[in-house]
């Protein structure tokens, strides 16, 4: 069985990796297409064990990816870009609003960016509120991460 897991969260890897899957829905028929017999309860586990994002694509709408080490600021500066992320700041916090499904992946690329200036971070599917360190100004922090981008 466990091998099974193994190889079906490969296979997982793969399909997001050469087509744009955009639902879960979407990445169970896929599977299904070639053979696995798989339901969307299995495939949401998978989809949170492999730390999977949604990300903008070019052309409008999301599709799942993993996140990439190497690719932190480029996917940060995509999310940040996108026409319906919004950010607004107060004092030391930046709230940061994206479109849902979207927030683990602004969280984890923030986190992977290790900015000094950020003491923590809340985050949930459609948001990120960045907590600064006491003497760093919110509006400075997030007009210097958007320049950064």
Do not use: C, H
Not at 60 to 79: C, N, P
Not at 98 to 121: N, R, W
Not at 124 to 142: H, K, P, T, Y
């Amino acid at each position: 069985m466990r091998q099974n897991k193994q190889n079906r969260q490969q296979a997982i890897k793969t399909l997001i990796a050469t087509e744009q899957i955009q639902r879960q829905e979407d990445l169970v028929r896929r599977l299904n297409d070639l053979g696995w017999e798989v339901t969307q309860a299995t495939i949401s586990r998978d989809i949170t064990e492999l730390q999977l994002i949604k990300m903008p694509l070019p052309d409008g709408g999301f599709a799942y990816a993993v996140m990439t080490e190497t690719d932190y600021l480029g996917q940060l500066g995509r999310i940040l870009k996108e026409t319906t992320t919004q950010i607004s700041t107060q004092m030391n916090m930046v709230m940061i609003r994206v479109a849902p499904g979207t927030g683990p992946a602004l969280k984890t690329a923030i986190e992977e960016a290790e900015l000094p200036e950020i003491f923590g971070l809340i985050g949930d599917d459609a948001g990120v509120l960045v907590i600064l360190r006491e003497d760093i100004m919110a509006q400075s922090f997030a007009s210097q991460l958007l320049a950064r981008v």
